[in-house]
């Protein structure tokens, strides 16, 4: 089970076994619950611990709570582990109240509703519990059934993170890096993110890694940048397995080494990293006479530009204008160039114009031609103005301020390009 993240996706957010069971003094029974669930042996541990609970030991509840919960010793029922988390959490329970939140954040075993989650986040949150003070200042930012209130956020996660929760040191890191919910700190972030790498949290590892890289907080260094993100991708975070491999293989902070660098991107474009899988496809297209390196790059590329990531659009479609590693397709190849120039990418644009205006796999249009080399002439790309004005021979005075108003207004609204191509289209 793991602690709750600031995503559209809540699984497996139940506390870990072994952040609540902490020994002490009390009764036999318990102890001896305790003892088997720490050994593995469920059937001990529910036999002990059961009667307890039915008569209203708080932490027995608690506990047969969350053997329900994972299929403990019992068959998995989170209605029955809502049931005896409910009773604990009653009692004032915070780990129990922090769980009963969870699964109603969820809807799982109790009807979905974010007002009982946050109640319950609150209980908990008041009795100094970091897990629930953590996760009601994700509510505090999205406002989600709280007010949205930043600087409440990043008060409960310093309240957090000073009781040594990792995840919220990362997250109040997070929030000093960025000065949401007051000023920006990057030592301070750099500080707080230390903690939690040391302690295991593998996004904070990346994170200090890409600090350490830019020289934002803590002194700029290659070395420690390499050995964070090293602990972070083992950690199969995949933007650290991409950074390290861009390090790789330029030889920054590390030797050199291609094969490694190679391999570094195949972990991340496996974790589905769109900029790992647009590199990966690059270099395998690049890199190789091998056919068979050359189609497993077009598979890459396809998959980078099908998350919508340009660069990746663009390399494809030259794949397609060269016939590397696929077929020589022309129209294939402009759609796939229009797609990343609507993204932004100047090569791409500088492309789509080049195709206008000699009618390779679009229309013979030396309108659209100069709207596209006008948005990469805005980008400072080379040959564009040169490209612009030489279409601009013979245009009337519509079409050459259709490009002036689209490259204005593109920055702010980037639909007014797509706007602008229908008209061109239906003109």
Known sequence: MHAFEPSPSTRNLLLPLSLVLVLGACASPLHSGRRALDKGDYAAAHANLRPLAEGGHVEAQFLVALMHQDGQGVAADPAEAARWYRMAAERGHPAAQNNLGLLHYQGTGVPASHDEAAKWYRMAADQGFAQSQSNLAVMHLAGTAVRKDDARARELLKQAAASGDARSQRLYASMLREGLGGKTDPDGAARWFAKAAEAGDTIAQMHLGLMHLEGVGVARSERKAVRWLERSAEGSQPLAAFALGWLTEHGQGVSADSERALALYRTSADLGFAPAQARLGALLL?????????????????????????????????????????????????????AAAVNGLAPAQMRVGLMHEHGLGLWRDHGAAHLW?????????????????????GLNSEQLALAERVVAESAQRPAAIETALAKLAGD
């Open 286 to 338: 690049e890199g190789s006479a091998d056919p068979s390196d050359a189609q497993e790059g077009v598979e890459w590329l396809e998959r980078a530009a099908a998350s919508g990531h340009a660069l990746a659009q663009h390399n494809l479609a030259l794949a397609h204008l060269r016939g590397r590693g696929v077929a020589v397709d022309h129209f294939r190849a402009a759609q796939l160039f229009q």
């Open 373 to 393: 080399y006008s948005l990469a002439a805005s980008q400072g790309a080379p040959g564009a103005v040169e490209a612009r004005d030489r279409v601009a021979v």
